[in-house]
């Protein structure tokens, strides 16, 4: 066994500096080309890059790889300089049309880093800064970055100062309108984070001065239609203790009380919030709709996607439930009449 894995690991080494000694050279639309190896359509990305058997690459100029799937097809044509990635990359789909384009600087991003969709639209657009500090060479995301969806229409704005969020960062709707407008200062929260509606009414409005929530309370959230929506107390950004619904005309659609608390994940507090005790809903004609008791969820049954959660609260087995006319009726009848009634 050891004398067949010696016999390998020569082989192998042998095979590595052949390949290095064996570059090819290849025309393209009239330029010349060191070959790269293939790759297949999951794994075209300039990270890949350098191989693994060179450590860099062996030769400055420009380069080409294709696909695995096919040959002749071109995957990605990149720009070396002193063994490293240096100058632009661009990387290609299998019916040729163009998929994404970086900027390199001895071997780190430093420019734009771009995507397009299938039908050539741009969909992401981010800036990075080549940064060489004491002991290793990086790059830092710097500028604005942007996406748009597959329309072409733009839907987020963000801007970056060595990584970090700072300045004003936005979510936008399709109509042009702002969807969530928020400002950093070195990566912190800093003034107020404001949601819309598509029509330009704001929906609701939370305050940070250096990354702490400002307590404003009561708070308050409005419809499209600048009616009062719902009306509370916030805890550390999240709902807590007695809140008020109201439907678009400004009667009473639901009123209760949500839980917050902390759970320290991987040694990072993740706050959740959900219903908890007794809730009351109503129809928009007063009639009560539902009435019961929430219970906390099972710690099992959350979902740990992001800092600052809103929990579906758990019903337990006492809920009664009404039609339009006051007459209860039960779970089964209640679903299947499609009565709008959210648990988060």
């Known amino acids: 066994?050891?004398?067949?894995?010696?016999?390998?690991?020569?082989?192998?080494?042998?095979?590595?500096?052949?390949?290095?000694?064996?570059i090819q050279q290849i025309?393209?639309?009239?330029?010349?080309?060191?070959?790269?190896?293939?790759?297949?359509?999951?794994?075209?990305?300039?990270?890949k890059f350098p191989p693994s058997g060179y450590g860099q690459f062996p030769k400055d100029g420009r380069w080409i790889s294709c696909f695995e799937e096919d040959t002749t097809k071109v995957a990605s044509i990149f720009e070396v300089r002193n063994g490293k990635l240096d100058?632009?990359?661009?990387?290609?789909?299998?019916?040729?049309?163009?998929?994404?384009e970086y900027d390199f600087l001895k071997g780190e991003q430093n420019g734009y880093e771009r995507f397009?969709?299938?039908?050539?639209?741009?969909?992401?657009?981010?800036?990075?800064?080549?940064?060489?500090?004491?002991?290793?060479?990086?790059?830092v995301r710097i500028g604005e970055l942007k996406k748009w969806n597959d329309n072409g229409k733009l839907v987020k704005i963000q801007r970056f100062l060595d990584d970090e969020p700072n300045g004003r960062q936005l979510e936008i709707y399709e109509?042009?309108?702002?969807?969530?407008?928020?400002?950093?200062?070195?990566?912190?929260k800093d003034s107020t984070i404001t949601k819309f509606h598509s029509n330009g009414q704001i929906e609701k409005q939370i305050k940070y001065t250096q990354g702490r929530f400002v307590e404003e309370n009561p708070n308050v959230e409005y419809h499209s239609n600048g009616n009062v929506a719902g009306k509370g107390d916030l805890k550390a950004g999240q709902k807590t203790g007695k809140w008020i619904y109201y439907y678009n005309d400004g009667?009473?659609?639901?009123?209760?009380?949500?839980?917050?608390?902390?759970?320290?994940?991987?040694?990072?507090?993740?706050?959740?919030?959900?219903?908890?005790?007794?809730?009351?809903?109503?129809?928009?004609?007063?009639?009560?709709?539902?009435?019961?008791?929430?219970?906390?969820?099972?710690?099992?049954?959350?979902?740990?996607?992001?800092?600052?959660?809103?929990?579906?609260?758990?019903?337990?087995?006492?809920?009664?439930?009404?039609?339009?006319?006051?007459?209860?009726?039960?779970?089964?009848?209640?679903?299947?009449?499609?009565?709008?009634m959210t648990d988060y």
Do not use: C
């Open 175 to 188: 109509n042009g309108q702002i969807k969530k407008e928020e400002f950093y200062i070195n990566g912190k």
């Open 116 to 139: 397009w969709n299938k039908k050539g639209v741009l969909v992401f657009e981010s800036q990075h800064q080549y940064k060489n500090f004491v002991n290793f060479e990086s790059s």
């Open 27 to 47: 025309s393209f639309n009239g330029e010349n080309y060191w070959k790269y190896e293939s790759v297949d359509i999951h794994n075209n990305t300039p990270y």
């Open 251 to 340: 009667a009473k659609e639901s009123e209760g009380k949500y839980e917050t608390y902390i759970f320290n994940y991987h040694n990072e507090n993740t706050y959740f919030y959900h219903k908890k005790g007794l809730w009351n809903y109503w129809y928009t004609n007063g009639r009560l709709k539902a009435k019961g008791i929430y219970g906390s969820p099972k710690i099992e049954d959350l979902e740990f996607n992001d800092q600052y959660q809103n929990t579906k609260g758990v019903r337990k087995d006492s809920w009664k439930y009404f039609d339009d006319n006051g007459t209860e009726i039960s779970l089964k009848k209640f679903n299947s009449m499609m009565i709008k």
């Open 1 to 22: 066994m050891k004398i067949s894995n010696t016999i390998i690991l020569i082989f192998t080494s042998l095979s590595l500096i052949a390949q290095k000694n064996q």
């Open 87 to 100: 100058g632009k990359s661009i990387q290609f789909r299998l019916d040729e049309s163009k998929e994404s």
